[in-house]
């Protein structure tokens, strides 16, 4: 009875080992393969968003966070005016 009991443990045992090593091998693939499935993509475009939103400013002064909202917004037209500016004049 006793050895039963034993290697009914060393098979739990075992069985936690080998899910550990599971996980850890699931986890590893998928940071390998994230920036292919496009979820890097998301995760830069939530963070544009939450950049030109103002986040990062004193929500208790809304004059503070409005400034940061336009200022930021002001900063991506002038960046798309350039690259526009560019492109016309590598086309040219």
Excluded: C, K, Y
């Amino acid at each position: 009875m006793r050895q039963s009991n034993d290697q009914w443990r060393n098979r739990e045992g075992d069985e936690a080992a080998r899910l550990a090593e599971s996980a850890a091998i699931l986890r590893r693939v998928r940071q390998e393969t994230e920036p292919q499935t496009g979820a890097g993509f998301g995760r830069l475009a939530s963070g544009i968003g939450r950049h030109l939103s103002g986040e990062s400013a004193d929500a208790g002064d809304p004059i503070e966070l409005w400034g940061t909202r336009i200022g930021r917004g002001l900063g991506l037209v002038a960046f798309v005016g350039l690259l526009a500016l560019l492109a016309w004049q590598l086309g040219s």
